[in-house]
């Protein structure tokens, strides 16, 4: 079972900017697989053919930027077969290549430049065999807060000890232990509740941290996106109009 009832495509197409890969060793030593937790509860493809889609999106979308968070640390891939993954869609000529040593580059610099894909990952071992320095560690960059929560958890804004963590992360979604194809499995999508979780809690949570934190919030990870209204309060936290809205519509009339 996955987090989204869209695929990729859509995603992009719906104005997602942040896709969360759980990554696998594939079949053979050469493959790379999306799976969720493991590959015998859900198995979403190849990384290779997910790279694609989102290399083919950024061709015709070249003022967007996307960021993958690579995630293998409990289900190990070789990092030779990821390397071969980013080559072999050409997903690798958009990347930015490492974390810059002062500030992040600006939006349009990225954008002129073409390095217009962010790559984190949590595996140091991948990390440290890329040679051209494209996935930037996730640890001592990222501050992920508290997550993710079981159904009526209260949402909270910990941990308080950011160091030198210049991206934020919200988990926003919620678990529950659930069987699949035999085997039980912990923190598994709760696809439930969804108007209210993806509704006013999203936006309630979102202000709450960003309230408690000392960096602006990047990302809110939302499991089913496309239930409820997360689109409402994203558009409130960047400032930005609603659809068939401009700010025309607020200024004084005689």
Not at 186 to 190: I, Q, S, W
Not at 247 to 254: D, E, K, L, Q, T
């Given at each position: 079972?996955?987090?989204?009832y869209?695929?990729?495509q859509?995603?992009?197409?719906?104005?997602?900017?942040?896709l969360?890969?759980?990554?696998?060793?594939g079949?053979?030593?050469?493959?790379?697989?999306?799976?969720?937790?493991?590959?015998?509860?859900?198995n979403?493809?190849?990384?290779?053919d997910t790279l694609?889609?989102?290399?083919?999106?950024?061709?015709?979308?070249?003022?967007?930027?996307?960021?993958?968070?690579?995630?293998?640390a409990?289900?190990k891939?070789?990092?030779?077969?990821v390397?071969?993954?980013?080559a072999?869609?050409?997903?690798?000529?958009?990347?930015?290549?490492?974390?810059?040593?002062?500030?992040?580059?600006?939006?349009e610099?990225?954008?002129?430049?073409?390095?217009?894909?962010?790559?984190?990952?949590?595996?140091?071992?991948?990390?440290?065999?890329?040679?051209?320095?494209?996935?930037?560690?996730?640890?001592?960059?990222?501050?992920?807060?508290?997550?993710?929560?079981?159904?009526?958890?209260?949402?909270?804004?910990?941990?308080?000890?950011?160091?030198?963590?210049?991206?934020l992360?919200?988990?926003?979604?919620?678990?529950?232990?659930?069987?699949?194809?035999?085997a039980?499995y912990?923190?598994?999508?709760?696809p439930?509740?969804?108007?209210?979780?993806?509704?006013?809690?999203?936006?309630?949570?979102?202000?709450?941290?960003?309230?408690?934190?000392?960096?602006?919030?990047?990302?809110?990870?939302?499991?089913?996106y496309?239930?409820?209204?997360?689109k409402?309060?994203t558009l409130?936290?960047n400032?930005?109009?609603?659809?068939?809205?401009n700010?025309?519509?607020?200024?004084?009339?005689?």
């Open positions: 079972m996955g987090t989204q869209f695929g990729i859509q995603q992009l197409n719906d104005g997602i900017r942040g969360h890969l759980n990554i696998t060793q079949a053979t030593a050469s493959d790379v697989s999306l799976c969720y937790p493991d590959c015998n509860a859900y979403g493809g190849s990384l290779r694609t889609i989102v290399k083919n999106w950024l061709d015709t979308n070249q003022r967007d930027v996307v960021t993958i968070f690579l995630e293998s409990l289900l891939a070789s990092p030779a077969a390397l071969k993954a980013f072999d869609s050409g997903a690798d000529k958009y990347v930015l290549m490492g974390k810059p040593a002062a500030a992040w580059p600006s939006l610099s990225m954008i002129g430049n073409h390095t217009t894909l962010v790559v984190f990952s949590d595996d140091a071992g991948l990390v440290a065999a890329n040679p051209k320095g494209y996935f930037i560690p996730h640890p001592n960059t990222v501050l992920r807060l508290d997550g993710p929560f079981t159904y009526g958890a209260e949402w909270t804004c910990g941990p308080w000890n950011r160091r030198y963590e210049s991206i992360v919200i988990p926003h979604y919620i678990v529950q232990t659930a069987t699949y194809n035999g039980t912990n923190n598994m999508p709760y439930f509740n969804l108007g209210t979780t993806n509704g006013y809690q999203f936006e309630f949570h979102a202000i709450t941290c960003r309230g408690g934190q000392s960096i602006w919030i990047n990302f809110m990870e939302v499991d089913y496309s239930e409820g209204d997360v409402t309060p409130k936290l400032a930005l109009p609603y659809p068939n809205d700010v025309a519509n607020f200024y004084p009339h005689n």
